[in-house]
C-alpha cells in the first residue's frame, strides 16, 4: 500500500493542483447530495395521495398548507402552483404547473455540471504530471551525469506514477458521486412530470365535475 503522504510529496506540484480539484469536487458533491435527497426529494405517492385526498374533498386550502409544509422539496412547489389556480381555466393551471417546473429543473441542477468537468480535470492534470514526470524521466538518462543519473530517473517516473494515481483517485469517485446525483435528480423530474399531469387532471376535473371518475383512474 502506498503512503499517501509520499505519494503527495514525490508527485510533484501537479500534486496541489488535483488536490485542489479535489477539494472543490468535495464540496460540490457533499452540496449537491445534501439537496437532492434530503431538501428537494419527497415520498411522491404518499404526498399525492394525500394532495389527491384534499382535492376531491375540495379543499383546495388544506391541499396547499401540505405543500407549503414541505418547501424545499420539489414536487410541492410544482403541485401548489397548479392548487392556487385551481379556480381557473385548464390553460391557466397548466401554464402555471409549466413554469413552476421550468423553475425547478435549474435548481435540481445547479453545479452538478462541474462535478463531471472536475473529473475530467483531474484525470488531465494527472496525464500532465506524467508526461513531465516521463521527460524529466528521459532527460535523466540523456543528459545527467552517472552518480545522478539513477535519483534522477527515479524521482521522474515517481512523478509519473504518482500523478497518474492521484488523478484517477480523485476522477473515478467524482464520476460516481455524478452518476448518483444525475440519477437522483432525474427520479425527482420523472416525478415531478408525472404528478403535475395528475394534479391538472384532478384540477380539471375538479372544475367539470367528474372528480369521482378522475379520482378512480
Do not use: W
Not at 42 to 65: E, P, T, W, Y
Amino acid at each position: 500500500m502506498v503512503d499517501p503522504v509520499r505519494m503527495f510529496d514525490e508527485g510533484g506540484p501537479f500534486m496541489y493542483a488535483i488536490l485542489g480539484v479535489a477539494v472543490f469536487a468535495m464540496a460540490i458533491a457533499f452540496e449537491r447530495l445534501f439537496y437532492v435527497i434530503f431538501r428537494a426529494n419527497i415520498n411522491a405517492v404518499a404526498f399525492m395521495a394525500q394532495v389527491q385526498k384534499l382535492i376531491m374533498a375540495n379543499n383546495i386550502d388544506r391541499a396547499i398548507k401540505l405543500c407549503n409544509a414541505e418547501p424545499h422539496a420539489a414536487l410541492p412547489k410544482v403541485v401548489k402552483a397548479g392548487l392556487s389556480r385551481a379556480n381557473r381555466t385548464e390553460k391557466e393551471i397548466s401554464n402555471s404547473v409549466d413554469e413552476a417546473t421550468l423553475e425547478i429543473g435549474p435548481q435540481l441542477n445547479k453545479r452538478t455540471g462541474y462535478l463531471a468537468m472536475l473529473a475530467n480535470v483531474a484525470t488531465l492534470l494527472g496525464l500532465l504530471g506524467t508526461i513531465l514526470g516521463l521527460v524529466a524521466a528521459f532527460d535523466a538518462v540523456a543528459n545527467a551525469s552517472p552518480e545522478m543519473k539513477q535519483t534522477m530517473l527515479a524521482n521522474g517516473i515517481a512523478t509519473a506514477m504518482f500523478t497518474t494515481a492521484g488523478g484517477l483517485i480523485v476522477a473515478i469517485p467524482t464520476l460516481v458521486i455524478h452518476s448518483v446525483i444525475m440519477n437522483r435528480t432525474n427520479k425527482i423530474m420523472d416525478d415531478v412530470d408525472q404528478y403535475s399531469l395528475k394534479t391538472i387532471n384532478l384540477l380539471t376535473a375538479r372544475r367539470h365535475g367528474t372528480l369521482e371518475k378522475e379520482g378512480a383512474n
